[in-house]
T-cell receptor, first 116, second 112 residues
Framework: AQKITQTQPGMFVQEKEAVTLDCTYDTSDPSYGLFWYKQPSSGEMIFLIY??????QNATEGRYSLNFQKARKSANLVISASQLGDSAMYFC?????????????FGGGTRLMVKP | NAGVMQNPRHLVRRRGQEARLRCSPMKGHSHVYWYRQLPEEGLKFMVY????????ESGMPKERFSAEFPKEGPSILRIQQVVRGDSAAYFC??????????FGPGTRLTVL
C-alpha cells in the first residue's frame, strides 16, 4: 500500500519569501513518481511539478522546486519568491509503477496563505 | 489545445435521483481517471479507464456507482439513487500514457 503524509495543515508565508511544504511517502514499489498539485479557492487542480524516483536531479519548474530525498522518503515542495496568488491548497501525490496500478494517492493537503 | 472538460460544474440532486457526470479528456489522451474529494480532504481514487475498458475500479463503491468510457464520446460517472454522503467534488483526470495526469475543473455534486 502507498501512503502520503503532509504534516502541515496550514502555513503562512510573507510575500516574496520562500516557503517549503513538507511531504513524506511510503511505498514498496521500486519505481514511482511524485507529484505536486495546487488547488486554489476556485477548486480546480493544477499540476505543478513531477519527480521520478530514478531521476538524478531534483525537479524544477519556474519558482517551484522539489527537494527529493529518497533515503528519507521525502519530496518537499519549495516555492521561491511567494506571491499573493500562491495562496491555495497544495497536495502531494504519488503513483506507483507496479503494485498500485496507475492511480494517484494523495496526501491530506497543506493550506498556504501568503501575507502581503 | 483544450484541457480536460467536465460538465456540469455544479449539480444538485435530491436523494434517490441519479447523477451523471461527464468528462472529456485532453485531445489525444486515452487514459481517464475519476477521483472524489470530500470537503477539507485530499482526492481519493475511484476508477481508471481506457477506451471501452475499465482497468482499475478498486476505489469505486460496490453499489450505485458505475463508470464508462465509450469508443465515442465522453467518460461518464453515474451515481444511482444518490444519498447525502455522495455530496462531494468529483474530478476527472486524463493522461497520454501512464504519465502525468491533468485534471478537469471538477463537478460539485450536492445532494439535498
Amino acid at each position: 500500500a502507498q501512503k502520503i503524509t503532509q504534516t502541515q495543515p496550514g502555513m503562512f508565508v510573507q510575500e516574496k519569501e520562500a516557503v517549503t511544504l513538507d511531504c513524506t511517502y511510503d511505498t514498496s514499489d521500486p519505481s514511482y513518481g511524485l507529484f505536486w498539485y495546487k488547488q486554489p479557492s476556485s477548486g480546480e487542480m493544477i499540476f505543478l511539478i513531477y519527480q521520478g524516483s530514478y531521476d538524478q536531479q531534483n525537479a524544477t519548474e519556474g519558482r517551484y522546486s522539489l527537494n527529493f530525498q529518497k533515503a528519507r522518503k521525502s519530496a518537499n515542495l519549495v516555492i521561491s519568491a511567494s506571491q499573493l496568488g500562491d495562496s491555495a491548497m497544495y497536495f502531494c501525490a504519488m503513483r506507483g509503477q507496479f503494485n498500485a496500478g496507475n492511480m494517484l494517492t494523495f496526501g491530506g493537503g497543506t493550506r498556504l496563505m501568503v501575507k502581503p | 489545445n483544450a484541457g480536460v472538460m467536465q460538465n456540469p460544474r455544479h449539480l444538485v440532486r435530491r436523494r434517490g435521483q441519479e447523477a451523471r457526470l461527464r468528462c472529456s479528456p485532453m485531445k489525444g489522451h486515452s487514459h481517464v481517471y475519476w477521483y472524489r474529494q470530500l470537503p477539507e480532504e485530499g482526492l481519493k481514487f475511484m476508477v481508471y479507464l481506457q477506451k471501452e475498458n475499465i482497468i482499475d475500479e478498486s476505489g469505486m463503491p460496490k453499489e450505485r456507482f458505475s463508470a464508462e468510457f465509450p469508443k465515442e464520446g465522453p467518460s461518464i460517472l453515474r451515481i444511482q439513487q444518490v444519498v447525502r454522503g455522495d455530496s462531494a467534488a468529483y474530478f476527472c483526470a486524463s493522461s497520454l500514457n501512464t504519465d502525468t495526469q491533468y485534471f478537469g475543473p471538477g463537478t460539485r455534486l450536492t445532494v439535498l
